[in-house]
C-alpha cells in the first residue's frame, strides 16, 4: 500500500504564497511521476502540474503557467508546489498524486483558500 502525505494548506490573501509537500511512503521504489490536481467547488478535478521522476521535466497548466513551480526530492520520494501571486481562483482542494509501477495513488487532500 502506497501512503501520500500531504501539507501546507492554508488560508492565504490574493498575491500571497504557499508551499504545499507531499511524501509518498510504502512501496515506493518505482515511483515514475508525481504531481498534483485540484478541484475547486462545483468543478471537475484540473491537473495543475506534475513531473517525471526519471527526466525531471515538468508540466503545468496554463493557468498556473509562471505562478506555480514543481520541485522534487527523489530520496525522499517527496514532491513539492510553490505557489506564487495567488489568486482568488486557485481556491480549491489540491490533491497529491503518485505515478507507481504504473498504479495512481492520490492523497487525502488539503484545503487551499486564496481571499481577495
Known amino acids: 500500500q502506497v501512503q501520500l502525505v500531504e501539507s501546507g494548506g492554508g488560508l492565504v490573501q490574493a498575491g500571497g504564497s504557499l508551499r504545499l509537500s507531499c511524501a509518498a511512503s510504502g512501496h515506493t521504489l518505482s515511483t515514475q511521476a508525481m504531481g498534483w490536481f485540484r478541484q475547486a467547488p462545483g468543478q471537475d478535478y484540473e491537473f495543475v502540474g506534475g513531473?517525471?521522476?526519471?527526466?525531471?521535466?515538468?508540466y503545468y497548466a496554463d493557468s498556473v503557467k509562471g505562478r506555480f513551480t514543481i520541485s522534487r526530492d527523489n530520496a525522499k520520494n517527496t514532491v513539492y508546489l510553490q505557489m506564487n501571486s495567488l489568486k482568488p481562483e486557485d481556491t480549491a482542494d489540491y490533491y497529491c498524486t503518485a505515478q507507481i509501477r504504473g498504479v495512481y495513488y492520490w492523497g487525502q487532500g488539503t484545503q487551499v483558500t486564496v481571499s481577495s
Open positions: 513531473i517525471s521522476w526519471s527526466s525531471g521535466n515538468t
